[in-house]
C-alpha cells in the first residue's frame, strides 16, 4: 500500500475504497496507487476483495466509501461508459456472428467512427492476427479468442485496461504463452493493466508490481522479486511459492545479524530481513524458501563449508520432476520441510530414510513475526474470486 498522495498522470488512486454487503465486508478500506504505464496484478485466493475491487475501478460495482480517481479526474460517481476504461473478462464475450474485423471494430462503429480499416488493421497486426480477419471466433483457439478479446478493448485507446482472470480458461501451455503475449502487447501500447489473478506464477511472469489481497485487505505490494525474497507475513511467504517457516527463539540480538536457536541448533539471519521484534528472549519463525536449501547425506557432514546455517533430518518422501528433485524432510526444527535440489549430479543415498544435513547461506534466511498462523496462504484455490 503506497502512500503516495500525488495525484500524477494517468495513475489510477484508490482513496479509502471499501465494499460491503449487508454485513459482509468484501473489501476493507485500502489505499492503493497503481501507477501510470505499469502492469499491476490484484494476485489472491477464492474471495480476497481483488474482483471486487477491480470492478470497483470499472464502474460495475459502487463503493460503499473512498474514492477512484484516474489521474486528476474523480470517477468515483460515473457509470462504467463513461470512464476511460475497458475491460476483458474470462468469458472473452467476442459476438459470434460477426467476423474477428467486425468484433475488434464494434467499439469504433458504435462511437460513430467512419473510417475504421487502418485502426482495425494496426490493432489486429499488435495481437498477430491479421491473416485471422475474415474468420469467426469458433475458428480460433481459446488464445486467439483472447487476444481478440484484447484487441477489440484496446481499439477505444482507454486509459486503463482491466483484466479479470483472462487466461483461466486456458491449458497450461497455452496460458504461458499468453502471459508472454500480453506483456509484450502491454509494454508496445503503454497503457496501464490491472490484472487479477489467483496464479502465483502468472502474476509474477507478468507484472511490474504485485497486491498480494487476503480477506479484503492488501498485505503487500510490491515487485514480484521483492514480494518473493521479503515476504512480511506468513500468508504472502506461503502463498508466493513455498517457505520452510520454523519456530525459533532469538539467543542474540545484533544490528547485523542475529542468532536464534532451532530444533536444537543455532541459526544466523540479517537482522534487516526480520519482520519481528529482534531482541534476545523473543520468539519468531524463520524462513527459508526451498530451492534456497542444499542437501547432503549425514556422512558427508563434514564437507559442508563453515558459516551455513544447518539442520538435521531424514528424508520422508522424494519426488523427481525432470529439473529438480522435492524432498521432504522431517527433524528436529520441524516436520515436512521442503528442499528443491536441481539435477545435477544426483547422490543415489538421498532417498527415503536417509539421514542429511540441510545447509544453506545465512543471507537466505528471513524472519516473521510468531504471532501469525505459521500454515497461513497455504491454502491455495484455483478459483477466480
Given at each position: 500500500?503506497?502512500?503516495?498522495?500525488?495525484?500524477?498522470g494517468?495513475?489510477?488512486?484508490?482513496?479509502?475504497?471499501?465494499?460491503?454487503?449487508?454485513?459482509?465486508?468484501?473489501v476493507?478500506?485500502?489505499?492503493?496507487?497503481?501507477?501510470?504505464?505499469?502492469?499491476?496484478?490484484?494476485?489472491?485466493?477464492?474471495?480476497?476483495?481483488?474482483?471486487?475491487?477491480l470492478r470497483?475501478?470499472?464502474?460495475?460495482e459502487?463503493?460503499?466509501?473512498?474514492?477512484?480517481?484516474?489521474?486528476?479526474?474523480?470517477?468515483?460517481?460515473?457509470?462504467?461508459y463513461?470512464?476511460?476504461?475497458?475491460?476483458?473478462?474470462?468469458?472473452?464475450?467476442?459476438?459470434?456472428?460477426?467476423?474477428?474485423?467486425?468484433?475488434?471494430?464494434?467499439?469504433?462503429?458504435?462511437?460513430?467512427?467512419?473510417?475504421?480499416?487502418?485502426?482495425?488493421?494496426?490493432?489486429?497486426?499488435?495481437?498477430?492476427l491479421?491473416d485471422r480477419?475474415?474468420?469467426?471466433?469458433?475458428?480460433?483457439?481459446g488464445?486467439?479468442?483472447?487476444?481478440?478479446?484484447?484487441?477489440?478493448?484496446?481499439?477505444?485507446?482507454?486509459?486503463?485496461?482491466?483484466?479479470d482472470?483472462?487466461?483461466?480458461?486456458?491449458?497450461?501451455?497455452?496460458?504461458?504463452?499468453?502471459?508472454?503475449?500480453?506483456?509484450?502487447?502491454?509494454?508496445?501500447?503503454g497503457?496501464?493493466?490491472?490484472?487479477?489473478?489467483?496464479?502465483?506464477?502468472?502474476?509474477?511472469?507478468?507484472?511490474?508490481?504485485?497486491a498480494?489481497?487476503?480477506?479484503?485487505?492488501?498485505?503487500?505490494l510490491?515487485?514480484?522479486?521483492d514480494?518473493?525474497?521479503?515476504?512480511?507475513?506468513?500468508?504472502?511467504?506461503?502463498?508466493?511459492?513455498?517457505?520452510?517457516?520454523i519456530?525459533?527463539?532469538?539467543?542474540?540480538?545484533?544490528?547485523?545479524?542475529?542468532?536464534v536457536?532451532a530444533?536444537?541448533?543455532?541459526?544466523?539471519?540479517?537482522?534487516?530481513?526480520?519482520?519481528?521484534?529482534?531482541?534476545?528472549?523473543?520468539r519468531?519463525?524463520?524462513?527459508?524458501?526451498?530451492?534456497?536449501?542444499?542437501?547432503?547425506?549425514?556422512?558427508?557432514?563434514?564437507?559442508?563449508?563453515?558459516?551455513?546455517?544447518?539442520?538435521?533430518?531424514?528424508?520422508?518422501?522424494?519426488?523427481?520432476?525432470?529439473?529438480?528433485?522435492?524432498?521432504?524432510?522431517?527433524?528436529?526444527?520441524?516436520?515436512?520441510?521442503?528442499?528443491?535440489?536441481?539435477n545435477?549430479?544426483?547422490?543415489?543415498?538421498?532417498?527415503?530414510?536417509?539421514?542429511?544435513?540441510?545447509?544453506?547461506?545465512?543471507?537466505?534466511?528471513?524472519?516473521?513475526?510468531?504471532?501469525?498462523?505459521?500454515?497461513?496462504?497455504?491454502?491455495k484455490?484455483?478459483?477466480?474470486?
Amino acid at each position: 500500500m503506497t502512500t503516495d498522495t500525488k495525484s500524477t498522470g494517468g495513475d489510477v488512486r484508490l482513496t479509502g475504497i471499501s465494499k460491503t454487503y449487508g454485513s459482509f465486508t468484501a473489501v476493507h478500506p485500502l489505499e492503493l496507487t497503481i501507477p501510470q504505464g505499469s502492469f499491476f496484478a490484484l494476485l489472491g485466493a477464492s474471495g480476497c476483495g481483488k474482483t471486487t475491487t477491480l470492478r470497483m475501478i470499472a464502474g460495475l460495482e459502487d463503493p460503499t466509501t473512498g474514492t477512484v480517481h484516474l489521474g486528476e479526474r474523480d470517477v468515483t460517481d460515473l457509470p462504467p461508459y463513461k470512464r476511460p476504461v475497458n475491460t476483458v473478462f474470462q468469458s472473452y464475450a467476442l459476438f459470434p456472428h460477426l467476423s474477428i474485423y467486425e468484433n475488434v471494430a464494434f467499439g469504433l462503429r458504435r462511437r460513430g467512427v467512419k473510417s475504421v480499416k487502418k485502426q482495425v488493421g494496426d490493432m489486429l497486426e499488435l495481437v498477430q492476427l491479421g491473416d485471422r480477419a475474415q474468420q469467426r471466433p469458433h475458428q480460433l483457439s481459446g488464445g486467439q479468442q483472447q487476444r481478440v478479446a484484447v484487441a477489440r478493448a484496446l481499439i477505444n485507446h482507454p486509459q486503463v485496461l482491466l483484466l479479470d482472470e483472462p487466461l483461466g480458461a486456458l491449458d497450461l501451455k497455452l496460458r504461458r504463452q499468453m502471459q508472454l503475449e500480453l506483456k509484450r502487447i502491454q509494454t508496445e501500447v503503454g497503457i496501464t493493466f490491472v490484472h487479477v489473478t489467483h496464479d502465483q506464477e502468472e502474476a509474477m511472469t507478468m507484472a511490474d508490481q504485485v497486491a498480494v489481497m487476503n480477506g479484503g485487505r492488501v498485505e503487500q505490494l510490491g515487485a514480484p522479486a521483492d514480494l518473493y525474497e521479503n515476504p512480511q507475513t506468513t500468508f504472502v511467504a506461503n502463498f508466493l511459492g513455498t517457505s520452510n517457516l520454523i519456530p525459533a527463539e532469538i539467543v542474540e540480538g545484533a544490528s547485523e545479524d542475529l542468532v536464534v536457536s532451532a530444533g536444537g541448533g543455532k541459526l544466523r539471519l540479517p537482522a534487516g530481513r526480520c519482520q519481528a521484534s529482534t531482541a534476545a528472549g523473543g520468539r519468531l519463525l524463520v524462513g527459508v524458501r526451498p530451492e534456497k536449501i542444499s542437501l547432503v547425506h549425514a556422512d558427508d557432514a563434514g564437507t559442508i563449508p563453515d558459516g551455513r546455517n544447518r539442520l538435521t533430518g531424514t528424508i520422508t518422501a522424494s519426488s523427481f520432476i525432470g529439473v529438480s528433485t522435492q524432498y521432504v524432510v522431517d527433524g528436529p526444527a520441524g516436520s515436512g520441510l521442503q528442499v528443491y535440489e536441481q539435477n545435477v549430479e544426483r547422490d543415489s543415498r538421498l532417498a527415503p530414510g536417509a539421514e542429511v544435513v540441510l545447509h544453506w547461506n545465512p543471507a537466505h534466511t528471513f524472519g516473521l513475526g510468531a504471532d501469525q498462523a505459521i500454515d497461513a496462504g497455504t491454502q491455495k484455490v484455483e478459483d477466480a474470486a
